[in-house]
């Protein structure tokens, strides 16, 4: 079945520093991956997807991520953090073979990005 | 900005009470869909539906119901409100392409006394 996962629940980082936020995931085919932000009492935002092409995805807000298939991997990055990037994010799979033909996304259990000033 | 529209944002309501969740979005997408979000926590579908009078039950399993007359709508009802049922409720819609992110409305804020 597919999946997919964010191994860390908490990612503190210190304003103007680099952060990462991980996903990993598994299909049987090609990934459709995306990454979603939620700021509190929010909705969820979308903020990039990788379908196919180059491996480095770029984004909202200055977010990008890599793509690596080897590593069935999908990381968030982002050069410098902000205060107001803390929030809550979710990677996200689609899985063809869930919700018909076209599909439904899998979403991670979520990730709280916490930056410090 | 997504033109996708929740209503009520917040609801504070008592055991046994009817309530609808409405959902609705004006980008003309087929694909619409109800998450159940506790705070700060991983969303789990409990109904999607891929056009009018096209409803199915998602991966957790829920006593709301659904319905799909109009493309644009997509109601969510609890017949019988109950305590247990004290959580955030998303809506989604997606054009029906596969390559197609998801748009959210801002949630609706439940809580059953």
């Known amino acids: 079945a597919q999946s997919v996962a964010q191994p860390e629940d908490q990612v503190n980082v210190a304003e103007g520093n680099p952060l990462t936020v991980k996903c990993t995931y598994s299909v049987s085919g090609n990934p459709y991956l995306f990454w979603y932000v939620q700021y509190p009492n929010r909705g969820l935002q979308f903020l990039l997807k990788?379908?196919?092409?180059?491996?480095l995805v770029k984004g909202s807000y200055g977010f990008e991520a890599e793509f690596n298939k080897s590593q069935t991997s999908f990381h968030l990055k982002k050069p410098s953090a902000l205060v107001s990037d803390s929030a809550l994010y979710f990677c996200a799979v689609r899985d063809l073979n869930y919700g018909g033909s076209q599909g439904n996304l899998i979403f991670g259990k979520g990730t709280k990005l916490s930056v410090k000033p | 900005e997504a033109d996708i529209y929740q209503t009520p944002r917040y609801l504070v309501i008592g055991t046994g009470k009817k309530i609808t969740l409405e959902c609705s979005q004006t980008?003309?997408?087929?694909?619409m869909y109800w998450y159940q979000q506790d705070p700060g926590m991983e969303l789990h579908l409990i109904h999607y539906s891929y056009g009018v009078n096209s409803t199915e039950k998602g991966d957790l399993s829920s006593e709301s119901t659904v319905s799909r007359i109009r493309t644009e709508h997509f109601p969510l009802t609890l017949e019988s409100a109950r305590p247990s049922h004290t959580s955030q409720y998303l809506c989604?819609?997606?054009?029906?392409?596969?390559?197609?992110?998801?748009?959210f409305g801002e949630g609706s804020r439940l809580t059953v006394l």
């Open positions: 980008m003309g997408h087929d694909k």
């Open positions: 989604a819609s997606s054009e029906t392409a596969t390559r197609g992110e998801l748009f």
């Open positions: 990788y379908i196919t092409g180059d491996n």
